[in-house]
């Protein structure tokens, strides 16, 4: 939304994640469709058909994850043909997925400019991260492709920001407070 706000630019939000996408429930929203129907008919998108499947939250296009589970969503591999057309139609395409792993993931972020890597500043989250950009590396994402950010950051509790950049050998691009 901060997007949209300070760009003025045509904004597309696609909530990836197939088994706990929850950006429905973030933004208070529901749709009959899902990401999964955009990919069903992938070959056949336009921009009537694309329209009935988005919703539009505050001046933002949103694409949300299917509200119930679905038999065989773990062999989905590839997002780039709704990325192709949403990269086509929109000026900025911000995704949500569920993580790194797993050949969907990865399929989105080769597509993606871009990636953030969200963790707090706690031990267990920090070397969850460390695995993750392992994973991401051993996968030949590109190690620029990838910022840093450090969520409910408080710097009396956890590790410092200087100290999470050097151990995690990456610089941290942004922290957010716990408030």
């Known amino acids: 939304f901060q997007w949209k706000r300070f760009s003025g630019k045509r904004v597309l939000l696609m909530d990836l994640d197939a088994l706990t996408g929850n950006l429905s429930f973030i933004l208070k929203v529901k749709s009959i469709y899902s990401f999964l129907d955009a990919m069903l008919r992938a070959g056949e998108l336009d921009a009537d058909l ?39 139609n929109y000026d900025v395409v911000i995704l949500d997925t569920s993580g790194v792993y797993g050949e969907w993931n990865l399929n989105a972020a080769r597509f993606a400019n ?66």
């Open 50 to 88: 694309w329209d009935s499947m988005v919703q539009e939250v505050n001046g933002v296009d949103v694409l949300l994850a299917p509200e119930m589970m679905v038999d065989n969503i773990q062999d989905l591999k590839d997002p780039t043909p709704i990325l192709q057309y949403a990269r086509q």
């Open 114 to 179: 871009e990636l953030l890597l969200v963790a707090t500043n706690e031990l267990p989250a920090l070397q969850a991260a460390q695995r993750a950009l392992s994973y991401l590396d051993t996968s030949r994402i590109e190690r620029w492709k990838v910022r840093l950010v450090v969520n409910r950051y408080l710097r009396d509790v956890g590790l410092s920001r200087e100290v999470i950049g050097t151990a995690l050998h990456t610089e941290v691009f942004e922290t957010l407070p716990s408030d």
